[in-house]
């Protein structure tokens, strides 16, 4: 099956500070996904990327499926921010299904 | 609120029992699907059903059964458990059978 890989695995910030979360798969694919997993469990469906730049507010996303990566940009972080985001791709063949990188923990604090 | 709905919240059993997970799709959604996050196998595919039929199986035990019934919500059996289940269960849903996932706000599942 697609492998999946995020790094860093954990980050540790301080409010105000930007960072970059990279994603690389192992396969070609028509669906990657970004969620924020927040202290409570929920997931929250930050961006549908599976090529091109997206932003919204303070987040941003990119994906270059020739590449195999994506990147997602948090800038001037929150502590509301916290939490572990995850990348999840969709082999481009019928039948497969979103598969789930291991997350990078992130923890911001003020 | 992504529109998906999951019950119940918490569950609370013992070994040797069966459970049933519920789940409604956002409306117009004929995709489900079920993953399974524990804190040592991160989040797991079970299944996934579109318009009622199976579509993609992950690595869902002989002991859990799944289906989506005509009005495109779905159920998730365990049975019987054991104490390596306790974990949280999600539902997602999508349009098509590859589109965009959206994901309910999971059941938590412990087995004591």
């Known amino acids: 099956g697609i492998q999946v890989e995020q790094s860093p695995p954990d980050l540790i910030l301080q409010e105000g500070a930007n960072s970059t979360l990279r994603c690389n798969f192992s396969?070609?694919?028509?669906?990657l996904q970004w969620f924020h997993q927040n202290p409570w469990g929920q997931l929250i469906n930050l961006f549908y990327?599976?090529?091109g730049t997206k932003q919204n507010g303070r987040l941003s996303a990119t994906t270059v499926a020739t590449e195999r990566y994506s990147l997602l940009y948090i800038s001037s972080s929150q502590t509301t921010d916290s939490g572990v985001y995850f990348c999840a791709v969709r082999r481009n063949q019928a039948g497969t299904a979103l598969i789930f990188g291991k997350g990078t923990t992130l923890s911001v604090s003020s | 609120d992504s529109g998906v709905t999951q019950t119940p919240k918490h569950l609370i059993t013992a070994t040797g029992q069966r459970v049933t997970l519920r789940c409604s799709p956002r409306?117009?959604?004929?995709?489900v699907y079920w993953y399974q996050q524990s804190l040592d196998q991160g989040l797991q595919f079970l299944i996934q059903?579109?318009?009622?039929?199976?579509?993609a199986k992950g690595n869902i035990l002989e002991r859990f059964s799944a289906q989506q019934f005509p009005d495109l919500h779905s159920e998730l059996n365990l049975s019987p458990l054991e104490l390596g289940d306790s974990a949280l269960y999600f539902c997602a849903s999508s349009v098509g059978p590859s589109g965009q996932a959206y994901f309910g706000p999971g059941t938590r599942l412990t087995v004591t």
């Open positions: 396969d070609s694919v028509n669906n």
């Open positions: 990327i599976p090529s």
């Open positions: 059903y579109y318009n009622g039929e199976e579509r």
């Open positions: 409306s117009g959604d004929l995709s």
